[in-house]
């Protein structure tokens, strides 16, 4: 019986170098596509919201997440929530608003106004596209 050839060191460090090569560009590629926007790369709220007529719009966007992820509003004034889509494929054209028993698949560009009603002090609503990958907070000061 003939035994099986060994590979030789170099070609077994070469087989180790590829495969960490491999997995360190996985990692990279994960951690820039989970990394949040650059308009709230901080973490900060961000200023999108506007009110018109005694009521308050907060907008954000739905496209490989959402953008951004913490919006704070004023409490005590009705609130709407404009989510606009732009060629939006992915999960989080499936949003989720548990709080207000709101589920809905967006289309895939334009606009779609949530009455989210009026919020109190203190108060956060929370909101996830379908799969639960993505979310946005909603604060009420």
Do not use: H, W
Request: hydrophobic residues 35%; glycine residues 12%.
């Amino acid at each position: 019986m003939k035994k099986p050839e060994k590979k030789s060191g170099n070609e077994a460090s070469k087989l180790i170098s590829i495969g960490l090569t491999v997995v360190l560009l996985f990692a990279i590629g994960y951690i820039v596509m989970r990394s949040p926007s650059p308009k709230t790369q901080s973490g900060a709220p961000a200023s999108n919201t506007e009110i018109k007529d005694g009521i308050q719009y907060v907008t954000i966007d739905a496209k490989g997440g959402y953008s951004p992820r913490i919006s704070e509003v004023k409490a005590g004034i009705p609130t709407k929530l404009i989510v606009k889509t732009n060629g939006t494929y992915d999960c989080s054209s499936s949003i989720v608003i548990n709080a207000l028993n709101y589920r809905k698949i967006l289309p895939q560009t334009g606009e779609t106004e949530i009455d989210i009603g009026t919020g109190k002090a203190g108060d956060t609503l929370q909101g996830l596209c379908g799969m639960g990958m993505y979310n946005f907070q909603i604060k009420f000061n």
